[in-house]
């Protein structure tokens, strides 16, 4: 199937609750799953709750990561959207659930930007629908 | 049913091509609908692509919206995550239909944070599941 992308919802129950409450651990850990998934970083924004919960997202040039985190239940719900054939957004998982030491998670995968529906709605042909190379992706901070 | 938050996965087919790769009025809608629906921003990251295309999130007291937008196609992936009673995503859902000037949407709602489930996985037991009104929740930016 043609898709532009791809998108992993993620339950992590019964994780490591000073993990979930440390902002810094959070961002840590949700930048490096997007290396490891081989993504490329552009942006990225975090946020510390009082008194407790990080919330935070990590914009990659494949789309995001995102992340929000009950430390009080031991929960966080996870986000894992991206385009390409040269990221996996597996990989990223099975790296936030061996830090966030999740030991039950529940996984939902959804298409993204199916091609055949958009051509089917638009108005327009379109000969292929493809989701740019990163190398044509060069980022221009604006 | 208890929740922690409900999560619209939106798909916005046929929207102005010229204002999906505005990357100004791309942060000022999101932000805009975020307002709208009652949630309060915390941090946002937002990245214009070169030569098309942008992508951001905003990080809100009540979870995230977030977009990736697709200017050759038309086409657009939007997230509108919230938690709690106050926010209603599908506030942001019709202003972004609107102002991106989509003729054809589809959406999928996914229940997040279901306190059944989080009761059931915990060897803890929680009285209680449940998102922390906004009052409880003061920002400390770090």
């Not at 992590?12 to 409450?21: A, H, M, V």
């Not at 850990?29 to 993504?39: G, L, P, Q, W």
Request: hydrophobic share 35%; aromatic share 12%; charged share 25%.
């Amino acid at each position: 199937m043609e898709q532009l992308g791809r998108h992993i919802l993620v339950e992590f129950y019964n994780c490591d609750k000073e993990i979930l409450n440390d902002h810094g651990l959070i961002e840590e850990y949700m930048k490096n799953a997007a290396i490891e998934a081989k993504a490329t970083i552009v942006q990225s924004a975090f946020h510390m709750f009082n008194p407790w919960g990080v919330s935070g997202a990590v914009i990659i040039q494949e789309s995001h990561l995102t992340i929000h985190t009950w430390p009080e239940y031991g929960y966080a719900a996870v986000d894992l959207f991206t385009c390409g054939d040269t990221v996996d957004p597996w990989v990223a998982f099975d790296y936030l659930k061996k830090t966030l030491k999740s030991d039950k998670t529940e996984t939902t995968e959804v298409v993204r930007g199916e091609a055949g529906r958009i051509r089917h709605f638009s108005p327009e042909k379109y000969d292929q629908i493809h989701f740019k190379p990163v190398e044509e992706q060069e980022k221009k901070c604006v």
